[in-house]
């Protein structure tokens, strides 16, 4: 995790309790949950995933994920990922919203995407990569 996302979290007055990836934050009390960025496969997760299952089949609070986290969130729904050839890597990958076709600037640093053909019911994409098609928002 990126000290910046904290001291985001922090200076909008949130308590925050950062824990490593094994931890089992489903034993928690907690009022939303956040899975951070990686590095790493999301395929071969399968401990993480497995927690993220259980903790979206609950829905006790909000769960956000941002770039593997992201990824992590739609394996333990039942999508799957895939490697991207070469990556999206950059401070400036344009991203396209599906509800207003506005692009966005956006930073990346991630070389597997959500293949948005394997998608459960009630998830829809609502990112794409500008440049290559790839997922980069659910909802």
């Known amino acids: 995790m990126k000290y910046n996302q904290i001291r985001c ?3 909008r007055g949130v308590s925050l309790k950062v824990v490593p990836f094994d931890y089992d934050f489903n034993k928690e009390e907690y009022d939303g949950l956040f899975i951070s960025n990686g590095p790493g496969d999301p395929a071969v997760m399968k401990d993480v995933v497995e927690k993220l299952r259980i903790a979206l089949k609950e829905a006790r609070t909000p769960i956000f994920g941002i770039c ?3 990824q992590l ?3 333990a729904s ?3 990922t ?5 990556g999206n890597r950059g401070h400036n990958i344009p991203c396209t919203s599906t509800i207003s076709g506005r692009c966005y600037i956006t930073s990346q640093n991630h070389g597997y995407a959500v ?3 394997t998608l459960t019911p009630g998830w829809k994409e609502l990112f794409v990569n500008a440049n290559d098609g790839s ?3 659910l909802v």
Do not use: I, Q, R, Y
């Not at 895939?82 to 070469?86: A, G, M, R």
């Open 9 to 11: 979290f922090v200076n």
């Open 68 to 70: 593997l986290g992201h």
């Open 73 to 75: 969130m739609a394996t």
């Open 78 to 80: 039942g999508a799957s």
């Open 82 to 86: 895939l490697k991207l050839k070469f």
């Open 115 to 117: 293949d948005v053909n």
């Open 135 to 137: 997922n980069e928002v």
